[in-house]
């Protein structure tokens, strides 16, 4: 009794669950770290995110429709771990000036989580041949690509300082 061998395919609808698992979760996750910033501007980068997660949350259903598939969840245990670490680190430095560099370093580690998920998704919509979903895939790795670069944006011109000169 020979088992189907797993193919692209197969992981490309499995790491799609796994992104969607991530972006889901980082809806929920975003208006705490909002609440647990201080810098205003911070707390706004939270709340623009969180809007431009729904909507890669709408994408990857898009995806999952061009592929036939019903979306679907498979728990992501790297954002579980940043999620956690994040969790810890605003109890940790909740009060200090150096909680929101620490909420820019978990926010960072997750775009970088998903700027790998997305590039190598859209790659392999391409060989797959499944060309609305590598173009689909491609504007969102484009908006985390651009929100890590706001994060460090923020932190070099004005967290990370403040946070420093306390």
Known sequence: MNKTPKQLDDLFHNTLKDIYFAEKKIVATLPKMAKAA?????????EKHKI????????????FALIDAKPQAKTCDAIMGIVKEGEGLIEEYKGTLALDPALIAVAQAVEHYE??????????????????????????????????????????SAVNQHAEAA
């Open 115 to 156: 700027i790998a998920r997305y590039g190598t998704l859209k790659c392999w919509a391409e060989e797959l041949g499944i060309d609305g979903a590598a173009v689909l895939l491609d504007a969102t790795l484009l908006e985390e690509k651009m929100t890590d670069e706001a994060l460090t944006d923020l932190a070099v």
């Open 52 to 63: 431009e997660t729904e909507v890669h949350v709408k994408r990857l259903e898009d995806v």
């Open 38 to 46: 201080t810098s205003p501007d911070l707390k706004k980068a939270f």
